[in-house]
DNA sequence: ATAAAAATTTAGGCAAATCTAAAAAATTAT
DNA sequence: ATAATTTTTTAGATTTGCCTAAATTTTTAT
């Protein structure tokens, strides 16, 4: 498999986890900053080769074969990560272009390996779950603090953007994985939530409480 | 710098190792197994990026630009062998195709943070210098098995030859870097050595004299 | 010194992955 | 229902890295 073959199975995979129907051309090319021509000449190679469903105009599936292979690529991705972050101490808004090489280092060996060397963790510095050797995944249930009730605790699990600009904000208001933030208040006018984290009170806009994921807690 | 002219770098500078001369194209297209009209249309770009003094049918020089790029892909071929053993328990004989991947990988972050985390190595699992991030390389004094005296006691620190089927030989017979090995005698007729290892007596052929490097001690 | 052999380069072509522009199909809006 | 818009595909071109075969230069041997 090519690095590029690689590239759009992961894509693919990203897009059809928020999709029940087949994911559009057009979606793929913008993920991959590539063309809507490029795009369908890789999906007819990868329909070759029996790792997409693929029927014209309709979009296009990830078949199991190819649904595997695009989480191990995932999996490569967020243990190179883990690595980056716990052992050569990376901030956790650094690794990701470093980890979009690492994960097409052909070794399955390498991969299991490192997966003992780190204790075999189940999420990612951005608390995305780590697919096990056979293509599990740990689902934790969890939701938006955009989505938390008033008066409501939880413990923050992860974020859905994980940009630089974004997580540096997260880092200067002292937010973390592990935090405890407790919903104060919400601004109906605005949907900007009042918080307590750490003991400090603050305002976050909507947008922010939309990043970011918590598990509620007592 | 692509994949491609990192490997050839990489090539030219293993062969002008053993060379004053410029390197020929013919020994670059037999180590990268490759054609040599290959070899002359890619000598040409490196030229065109001052990597490379080339001249038509002279063979091909590193510039100092080229040196040192050839010398950070070589640093992070065995810094990431030192990784894969000393880290993720991978054999001597199994970190070189790897490595071959690893050192493409492009993050001069990385490479210094893994170089800090296994402890500045200043070499590799097979002996051979590893480069620092100048680019420097601590020379060590050592001479091939097969040059040695009768009589003589030293310290093996390195292979010539890493081949699987040659460090899988010196495992089978417990010859690993650190080992002291005194040369017991040698047979005129095939230049075979009667060595001591680990209080053992054995016979090695000059073949396997010739790939083993030892620095002398008293 | 010249012929034969070896090494190197040039010329022309191929496959992968991409692109632009045009054509075709699907969707949407009136 | 049909026209306008959007999406997708096709056609044809480009770049990179590689190849084979032929031409050229250099080296070796007589």
């Known amino acids: ?3 590029s073959e690689e590239n759009y199975l992961k894509a693919i995979y990203h897009l059809s986890l928020s ?3 087949g994911v559009s051309t057009n979606a793929i090319a913008a993920l991959i900053e590539s063309k809507a021509s490029s795009v369908t000449d890789m999906i007819k190679k990868l329909a070759d080769k029996e790792l997409v469903i693929y029927q014209k105009y309709q979009g ?3 078949t199991d074969k190819g649904l595997m292979a695009a989480k191990m690529i995932v999996r490569k991705h967020r243990l190179w990560e ?3 972050v716990e052992k050569l101490d990376f901030a956790w808004d650094e690794v990701h272009d470093v980890a979009e090489e690492l994960e097409h280092i052909k070794s399955e060996k390498l991969i299991n390996k490192l997966d003992a060397f780190l204790g075999f963790p189940t999420e990612d510095p951005h608390g995305d779950p ?3 050797k056979n293509g599990n995944i740990i689902k934790v249930e969890k939701q938006l603090l955009s989505e938390m009730e008033i008066g409501q605790t939880g413990i923050c699990v992860g974020v859905k953007d994980s940009s630089s600009s974004f997580l540096q904000y997260l880092d200067k208001q002292q937010i973390a994985l592990g935090s405890k933030i407790k919903v104060m208040a919400k601004e109906s006018f605005d949907m900007s939530l009042t918080i307590e984290v750490n003991g400090k009170t603050m305002i976050i806009s909507n947008k922010i409480a939309g990043n970011l994921f918590a598990k509620t807690v007592l």
Chains 1, 2 share one sequence.
């Open 1 to 3: 498999m090519t690095y």
């Open 19 to 21: 999709q029940k129907q």
């Open 60 to 62: 296009v599936m990830l």
């Open 82 to 84: 883990v690595f980056l």
């Open 130 to 132: 780590i697919p096990d």
